[in-house]
DNA sequence: AAGTGGTCTAGACCACGTC
DNA sequence: ACGTGGTCTAGACCACTTT
């Protein structure tokens, strides 16, 4: 007798409401997915579809062996997606365009020295201004380790922003992003048209490409603009 | 003949060699899953895997009919997990506390009634200080929807976060998140203990159940932290 | 050693979107 | 109407963890 084709959408929203209505409270443990599909009338290959998204989502904690358990703190994952400031910009519906104030090659400071993997070898220092309708929208003061990314040094950055340059240049595996608030400094504030000191909203990323480093970059974002996404 | 049992990530290691070695460029169609499956040796659903995993990072656009290309703008997807603020803090090896310092039932103000969907109804107003080893981390001003959530209005929050408290008892299905940064006015900047006008990171939370308002946070940051994630 | 999730295969049918 | 991705099933074997 075939079984009542359940989709994975189904189990995943029968589970989650067993777990909203404490069915099977924080840190149970649920039954074993060839049980699961018995009872729910599928396959057990939909049923580890459903589980895999909760897990994926935070709901739900996976081990072999010891099996699926509600997560003790639903800490719930969201998709961010680090958007391509030309393309945020153009969705808006503004004019983008974007400057390129500095270009220079020389030893970093140290703590993106450290980040950079570099020992006293030179790296590609950026800093560009990006803008929204003819203001002043993010300032970017970036650094690229030269020796991870062949040929960065030939890229014409007036052009085209290191951002997009490296996006179909340099491949990355893996990053750590950050937000944070400072009182700009004297450089960033004097790029963004506003006073020393003045609150604004920094982005840093560091990516790599396996264990080389690849780039390490901060943005500041003008006064009154936000990061936003939704999950 | 059996096929020679590729594993789904091998395939999308080579399907992102591929993109990242030019060989297939940006807004470029890539062959249909069952070619593809032939080629590299495995079954389409292995091929199908491997093709949503990179869909799910921003690197590939799949449509039906249309077929599978390389994204013009990869815009990548980043996995950002929400914390319960306790357990972040109890993770840093720091002792965690939390001071309910207002409670209250008013009707919000505009922007905050509009977020609610709510005419002239109060709603639950929470103001609280979370401490991380005796100093002053994060101020949390949240607002609830009280007639999407039953019973908080019986909820004590000076025992257990508002955070906690939803948590477990308000399903959430969907969510908005944004960062900024602002001066810190009075009353957050007093109870954060510090000058009124420091720079701070905040994160505004708006969650719903289907289409019913939940509740809305901000969270103010203590100067010199940020949040963090990598992918 | 044994239990549980992770994945693969082959074949089938469905659903969506374009023509 | 047709082409492509989306998913389901049944069965098998593998891999990681704990006992």
Redesign the interface.
């Known amino acids: 007798m075939p079984r009542e084709n359940q989709t994975w959408q189904s189990v995943r929203d029968e589970v989650r409401k067993r777990i909203?209505t404490g069915l099977w409270p924080?840190g149970a443990l649920l039954p074993k997915e060839e049980d699961l599909a018995i009872e729910m009338g599928c396959a057990r290959v939909t049923v580890n579809r459903a589980l895999r998204d909760l897990a994926?989502q935070?709901i739900l904690d996976r081990k072999r062996k010891s099996g699926t358990r509600v997560a003790e703190?639903?800490?719930?994952?969201?998709?961010?997606?680090?958007?391509?400031l030309r393309?945020e910009i153009e969705a808006l519906g503004r004019a983008y365009s974007h400057t390129l104030l500095l270009r220079d090659v020389c030893p970093p400071p140290p703590p993106i020295r450290a980040a950079l993997q570099l020992d006293d070898t030179a790296a590609l220092h950026i800093q560009s201004l990006h803008m929204s309708g003819g203001h002043p929208f993010v300032f970017e003061d970036r650094w690229i380790n030269p020796t991870t990314v062949p040929h960065v040094m030939d890229a014409d950055f007036s052009s085209i922003s290191a951002n997009e340059w490296l996006?179909?240049h340099a491949?990355l595996t893996?990053?750590?992003?950050?937000?944070?608030?400072?009182?700009l400094d004297h450089v960033a504030a004097e790029a963004l048209g506003v006073q020393v000191g003045t609150?604004?909203?920094?982005?840093e990323r560091r990516t790599w490409d396996g264990d080389r480093a690849v780039t390490c970059v901060s943005l500041s974002?003008a006064?009154g603009?936000?990061?936003?996404?939704?999950?």
Request: zero cysteines; aromatic letters at 12%; charged letters at 15%.
């Open positions: 909203q924080m994926e935070g703190f639903p800490s719930r994952n969201v998709k961010f997606s680090i958007p391509v393309k996006v179909s491949p893996r990053g750590e992003m950050s937000f944070s608030a400072v009182s609150s604004a909203l920094i982005n974002y006064p603009h936000s990061v936003r996404t939704s999950f």
